[in-house]
């Protein structure tokens, strides 16, 4: 096998090792009971695994009689990481803007009423527009205070503050959140090695044949 195809080859894998199931799951769905937690100091936790999370909700602001915020926290395990946020095609936000808020840790302690968005790693409003894109650069993007984040977020605990502003009817919205495996240091370590052996073999062949050249023969 040459080199190039193994290179090819070991490309392919790191794809595969950094892909996600194939399954979505719902791991959270309002249906219109469920809401979700509206203390940022305790959000509702959602489990959630390697692959698509979906998580269907409603900001429902006349039913509350306020605006309805929705806080939850998740945890991105060990090796893995969350490679994207997604609009669902269910998204049915009236028009106007809600906000995605997200902070590291278990809770959003950043205060709605905050002048600033010190204290979150970044946060987005986002449309009906956003339906079928990945907001997660965009909420990187970081403004107004947060810290900002160039996607994907690394293992740890996250909480995600969700709401509309006063001029929202009741919304649905559905979103995944997509967590990817990363290969673990010594799988790169096994392709490493694999090139340098290659590496190595290829040299000593050409080495070889370099001798053979040089080597006069006899008559
Ligand atoms: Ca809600
Ligand atoms: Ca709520």
């Known amino acids: 096998m040459s080199l190039k ?3 090819q080859v070991l490309a392919t894998c790191a794809c595969v090792t950094f892909s996600t199931s194939a399954a979505a799951v719902v791991v959270w769905d309002d249906a219109g009971v469920n809401d979700l937690s509206n203390n940022g100091l305790a959000p509702t936790f959602v489990s959630m695994s390697v692959g698509e999370n979906i998580i269907y909700g409603v900001l429902d602001y006349f039913s509350s009689s306020s605006i309805d915020r929705d806080y939850f926290s998740f945890a991105v395990p060990d090796n893995t990481v969350l490679a994207a946020v997604e609009v669902l095609g269910n998204t049915s936000l009236p028009p106007g803007t809600a906000v995605f808020a997200i902070q590291a840790g278990s809770a959003v302690t950043v205060s709605p009423d905050a002048p600033t968005a010190n204290g979150l790693l970044g946060w987005l409003n986002w449309t009906n527009d956003a339906t079928g894109t990945n907001i997660l650069p965009s909420v990187g993007s970081g403004s107004n ?4 984040f160039v996607p994907p977020l690394p293992a740890g605990t996250y909480s995600v503050w969700l709401q509309t502003d006063s001029t929202f009817n009741n ?6 959140f997509t967590l990817a495996a990363v290969p673990e240091p010594a799988v790169y370590l096994l392709w490493v090695a694999g090139l340098l052996a290659l590496a190595s073999s290829r040299s000593q062949h050409s080495r070889a044949q370099l001798r053979r050249r040089l080597t006069p023969r006899s008559t």
């Open 5 to 7: 195809r193994l290179c």
């Open 145 to 148: 205070g947060s810290t900002g």
């Open 171 to 176: 919304g649905a919205y559905g979103l995944s």
